[in-house]
């Protein structure tokens, strides 16, 4: 079941905040893997300089960022995949990229995986996307799968929300430092 919350009104810096604490499940032909996410970013389209759809940027590689609220965008830096939710209305080219997970279900696929340990499994957004076995297949699917989905009806509680500057998002102007990165405080898988 989806939640009132997830709709294409709900402000992105929302739904990014709104998704701590949520599941992301990887259901493939090795097994399931499972982690509750616990920080992600918010990325505000056409006027955010560290958003791909800056100054309404289109290119082949950024349609799925385009198609509005509850579809995958995934990219590749540097080899590795990253996880975004689309938010918004299709054409806003918003978005909230998932930093970091703690691992529920499979998490010695997911450290076998990685060929790490501990908080290294998943505490970073390449990190998360190679220890669940994410590919890019999953580019402009739904958030409701099959094989990748956002799982809504479970939610890892936590005490307090912390928000933050954006993590790598160097010589952005005041986009550098705007306070757009939410995460669980004192959680130990987030991201350095």
């Known amino acids: 079941m989806i939640p009132d919350w997830f709709n294409r009104d709900t402000p992105t810096t929302e739904l990014a905040q709104n998704l701590i604490g949520c599941l992301l499940v990887h259901e493939s032909d090795e097994g399931r893997c499972s982690g509750w996410i616990v920080e992600t970013e918010a990325y505000l389209g056409f006027e955010d300089q560290a958003s791909h759809s800056y100054q309404r940027k289109q290119t082949p590689r950024l349609s799925a960022l385009y198609q509005g609220l509850g579809v995958f965008y ?98 952005k102007g005041e986009w550098t430092h705007k306070p757009l990165r939410y995460y669980i405080e004192g959680h130990p898988y987030l991201s350095k």
């Open 74 to 171: 995934l990219y590749q830096m540097r080899g590795h995949i990253l996880i975004n939710v689309v938010s918004g209305y299709p054409g806003q080219g918003t978005g909230v990229m998932i930093r970091a997970l703690e691992p529920y279900q499979g998490r010695d696929l997911m450290a076998q995986r990685r060929g790490k340990s501990g908080i290294l499994i998943s505490n970073g957004p390449a990190k998360l996307s190679q220890a669940l076995g994410i590919n890019m297949s999953y580019y402009g699917q739904s958030v409701q799968g099959p094989g990748l989905r956002i799982d809504f009806s479970q939610r890892l509680s936590y005490a307090k929300l912390g928000v933050g500057p954006r993590i790598g998002i160097p010589n």
